[in-house]
Nanobody, 115 residues
Framework: QVQLVESGGNWVQPGGSLRLSCSASVSIVSLTVMRWYRQAPGKQRDFVAT???????GYANSVKGRFTISRDDAKNTVYLQMDNLRPEDTATYYCYSNTGGDVNWGQGTQVTVSS
């Protein structure tokens, strides 16, 4: 089973930046797709960004132009660079991987955006 560990969550003021990391227990080259999701209190878990094995990316409309997903295969880590953060970005952010239907989630990292 793939273990995913997120880190980098913190409190930040509106307009600030954070970089989240998702470290995998296996080579991420073996994982077909990796994604970030987020869940605010009382709300459903929503898609944020995705990156494929060959580096293709996609974003939710709400974060397009502000967030950037990337990967470092040598470190088995996927990143989410979040710029120009807004209060509505406040949520627990989860890392996700899927390879042939084998789905794994991390435990989440909290991001709070407030003044």
């Amino acid at each position: 089973q793939v273990q995913l560990v997120e880190s980098g969550g913190n409190w930040v003021q509106p307009g600030g930046s954070l970089r989240l990391s998702c470290s995998a227990s296996v080579s991420i080259v073996s994982l077909t797709v990796m994604r970030w999701y987020r869940q605010a209190p009382g709300k459903q878990r929503d898609f944020v960004a995705t990156i494929t094995r060959d580096g293709g990316t996609g974003y939710a409309n709400s974060v397009k132009g502000r967030f950037t997903i990337s990967r470092d295969d040598a470190k088995n880590t996927v990143y989410l660079q979040m710029d120009n953060l807004r209060p509505e970005d406040t949520a627990t952010y989860y890392c996700y991987s899927n390879t042939g239907g084998d789905v794994n989630w991390g435990q989440g990292t909290q991001v709070t955006v407030s003044s």
